[in-house]
């Protein structure tokens, strides 16, 4: 039986390496920790609004950035652009033959456009977009309702900070192989 499974170990490894896989955060042409340190280089600058502060924490701390301008290589400017949108309407007659509609869900669309430029000439090396869409539930407190729609949007940012980071490191690793 362990034989077996060593065996399928090894196959798959095999074929992982044949399809042309590699980590993105260890590629070959990059000395160990290369990556790292290319990420630990980026300034984020902040974003205005508490959702651009969550996104600009989540990022940083995934990066390890660069905690002044002047000591980073590059810097990461992001904007941040949110639209919410009603997609659940309900309707009820009430005994007197007066309809009432209310809203019961809502999705917001939060969209972040990016620039990574060079610290020292404030060229852009690359840009791009990453969008993050949420959904809740409205509920009967305004606050509960409140509480739902800022946690919905928290995850949502910090899953495109996730996103960043990928471009940025793609982008990285791109230029390595140059």
Known sequence: MKTLTAFAVA?????LGACGFHPLYGTPDMPKGAMQADLR???VEPVSERLGYQLRTRLTDLMDGASTPAAARYHLRITLTTKSEAIGVQSQTTTGGVTQTAITRYNDTIKAEYELTDGKSGTVVTHGVETGLTAYNVLTSPYATLAVQQDADKRAAEDIADRLRIDIAVWFAA????
Do not use: M, R
């Open 11 to 15: 196959g798959a490894a095999l074929l």
């Open 175 to 178: 230029q390595a192989k140059k």
């Open 41 to 43: 280089s980026i300034y």
